[in-house]
């Protein structure tokens, strides 16, 4: 199983940036798609993006042209770069790991397998 870590997240005004990692231990981390989820608070859980094993990536529609996602395998860490950043995309941001993309969109993570959360908070 894979154990997931996520970093990064913090402050920013509206128009800033900020890099996200999710660093991943135990199980083969470069087997599975990886992605991005996060829920506001009163919000529901959503996909924000998610990069294949075969390093094909799929976004959101509400961070096309902003964010974007990519994995380093000798590091171990997928990384989720968000510029532009608007209020809006305030929330506590969690990675996790499934057998592909179309899965994860679906129903999350195929293992069970989530990280803690990091948040970020966009101020207007």
């Known amino acids: 199983q894979v154990h997931l870590v996520e970093s990064g997240g913090g402050l920013v005004q509206a128009g800033g940036s900020l890099r996200l990692s999710c660093a991943a231990s135990?199980?083969?981390?470069?087997?599975?798609?990886t992605g991005w989820f996060r829920q506001a608070p009163g919000k529901e859980r959503e996909f924000v993006a998610a990069?294949?094993?075969?390093?094909?990536?799929d976004y959101a529609d509400f961070v096309l042209g902003r964010f974007t996602i990519s994995r380093d395998n000798a590091k171990n860490t997928v990384y989720l770069q968000m510029n532009s950043l608007k209020p809006e995309d305030t929330a506590v941001y969690h990675c996790t790991t499934a057998l592909s993309i179309a899965n994860m969109r679906r129903w999350g993570s195929d293992f069970g397998s989530w990280g803690q959360g990091t948040q970020v908070t966009v101020s207007s």
């Open positions: 135990g199980d083969t981390f470069t087997d599975y798609a």
């Open positions: 990069i294949s094993r075969n390093w094909i990536t």
